[in-house]
């Protein structure tokens, strides 16, 4: 399922989004660059700044192996990769940002990246495949929606059921989440947390560590 829009309206302009959006669109711009003027720069470059899970631990007294666990949020592996974190940020990040205003929404997303990446280190530990991507941190803002939206309509694409559908944010946020879950079981058992070059277990981290932010948030914001 796409989401296209919501229901919920806003009332203030959500700056904040709109520049984490801008940001790793620009992020993504300097990949393409570095790509066009040499594979080598390209992945020098992106393997200093990615998440590196047996490298963070074993590097773990060393600040600049910290750093990563924010720079990796802006970096993206592809076109629909950035395009797809955008617009899921675009589409939920602004309601949130609107409830929770400019500081509390940079608070969320950045403890919700953190919690997405530790999660997806705790889950496979000895991996040497970077990770990149600011999935993680927009899965918390999806967590995060799913506690002060539930009866917010999301309209989807749902290309093998009806073109267009409307579905509840509860139903829709909930299934999102089971199915990131489930496939990060099935990719653990399998004997890789990232199997197919996605981080399943930053998502669910991520989604799960929003619900609780968004629960522990003083009740006025979550009316």
């Known amino acids: 399922m796409l ?30 660059f570095l790509l066009l003027n040499g594979a080598d720069a390209f992945t020098t470059w992106m393997t200093r700044h990615a998440l590196v899970p047996a490298r963070l631990l074993s590097g773990w ?9 924010a720079t990796s949020m802006f970096l993206h ?7 797809g974190n955008c617009w ?28 997405a990446a530790l999660a997806q280190v705790a889950s496979d530990p ?33 290309p093998w059921v009806v073109p267009i559908l409307p579905i509840p944010a509860v139903v829709f946020l909930l299934l999102w989440f089971f199915v990131q879950a489930y496939a990060g079981v099935g990719a653990w058992m399998s004997g890789g947390a990232a199997e197919g070059g996605v981080a399943w277990f930053a998502h669910a981290g991520g ?17």
């Open 3 to 32: 989401p296209l829009w919501d229901t919920q309206p806003h009332r203030r302009a959500p700056v904040l989004t709109v520049s984490i959006i801008a940001a790793c669109l620009g992020v993504f711009g300097y990949e393409i």
């Open 61 to 69: 007294q060393e600040s600049v192996q910290w750093q990563t666990v």
């Open 77 to 83: 592996g592809g076109v629909a990769h950035v395009l």
């Open 88 to 115: 899921f940020l675009w589409v939920f990040g602004n309601n949130v940002e609107d409830r929770l205003g400019f500081v509390g929404f940079a608070f969320v997303y950045v403890a919700t990246g953190v919690a």
């Open 126 to 158: 000895g991996s040497t495949v970077p990770m990149v991507g600011a999935s993680g941190a927009i899965s918390g803002v999806l967590g995060a929606y799913l506690v002060f939206f539930p009866r917010a309509w999301v309209i989807s694409l749902v």
């Open 207 to 223: 989604f799960v560590a929003g619900v609780a932010l968004a629960l522990a948030w003083p009740k006025k914001a979550r009316r």
